[in-house]
C-alpha cells in the first residue's frame, strides 16, 4: 500500500521565485496536515484539512502561504514569493478519523526546500 | 514558555544501556499523548501512543502523569538501532485535535 506520497523530494529555487509542493495523502483518509520543520522551530504545523475543507490555518506563516485541497487525493502548498528563510524541510501527513477523532499520523518523504 | 517541553539531549548512551526520555506538557485540556520517532532526514513516524495506566511495547514503556502534566518514555537494552530523534506529542480536543510536537530527544547509542 502507498504511503504519502510528496513531490518533488528536493527543491532549489531563487529568492522570489513562485514554489509549490505538491501531496497526495493515503486513500480514504480524511485529515490532511502541511508541516515545516526547521532546526530553530522544530516541527511546525502549517495548516490541516478535513475532508478537503481548511479547518486551521492559524499556523501559516503569512500570505506569502497558501494551500489548497480541490479533492480527497490531491493538496499543494505554495509560496510565493519564497525567501531564503523559507528553507526548511515540508511534510504533509493524513490521518484517519475514527472512534477517537484523531489518531494515528502517517507522514510523507517530506520536500527538503532551499531558497538561494 | 512552548506547549510541550523536552530535554534536547543528545543523549549518548552504550548498547544495552537503560535510557530515559522526559516531557511536559503545558495545556490541561490535552488528551492524547504520544512518542513519535524520527531517524536522520527522515520523516517521523509513531512509536506508540501513551496511556494513562501505562504502557509497554517490548523494550518501550511510556507513562503519563497527568497531574504533573509529564510524559516518559523508558527505553531498555538500547540497540545500535534505537539511535533517533523521539519527539513527544499532544492533542487536545480544545485545539481541534491538532498534534503539539516538542522539539525532540536526540538519543545516539554507542556500540
Known amino acids: 500500500d502507498a504511503g504519502v506520497i510528496q513531490s518533488p523530494r528536493h527543491e532549489v529555487t531563487e529568492m522570489g521565485q513562485e514554489v509549490t509542493l505538491r501531496c497526495k495523502p493515503i486513500?480514504?483518509?480524511?485529515?490532511l496536515f502541511w508541516y515545516r520543520q526547521t532546526m530553530m522551530r522544530g516541527l511546525e504545523l502549517l495548516i490541516y484539512f478535513n475532508n478537503n475543507v481548511p479547518i486551521d490555518d492559524s499556523g501559516m506563516p503569512e500570505d506569502r502561504f497558501s494551500a489548497k485541497m480541490p479533492n480527497a487525493s490531491f493538496s499543494t502548498l505554495k509560496i510565493q514569493p519564497s525567501e531564503p528563510r523559507d528553507s526548511a524541510v515540508y511534510f504533509c501527513a493524513s490521518s484517519l478519523s475514527g472512534q477517537r477523532t484523531y489518531n494515528e499520523q502517517f507522514f510523507g518523504p517530506g520536500t527538503r526546500l532551499t531558497v538561494l | 514558555r512552548k506547549e510541550v517541553e523536552q530535554d534536547p539531549g543528545p543523549f549518548n548512551v552504550p548498547e544495552g544501556a537503560t535510557v530515559a526520555f522526559n516531557c511536559t506538557y503545558s495545556n490541561s485540556a490535552s488528551q492524547s499523548f504520544f512518542w513519535y520517532r524520527q531517524d536522520c532526514r527522515k520523516e517521523p513516524k509513531l512509536l506508540m501512543s501513551v496511556y494513562s495506566s501505562g504502557n509497554e511495547d517490548g523494550r518501550f514503556t511510556a507513562q503519563l502523569n497527568r497531574a504533573s502534566q509529564y510524559i516518559s518514555l523508558l527505553i531498555r537494552d538500547s540497540k545500535l538501532s534505537d539511535s533517533a530523534t523521539y519527539l513527544c506529542v499532544v492533542s487536545s480536543y480544545n485545539q481541534g485535535g491538532k498534534l503539539i510536537f516538542g522539539q525532540g530527544t536526540e538519543l545516539s547509542v554507542k556500540p
Open positions: 486513500s480514504g483518509h480524511d485529515y
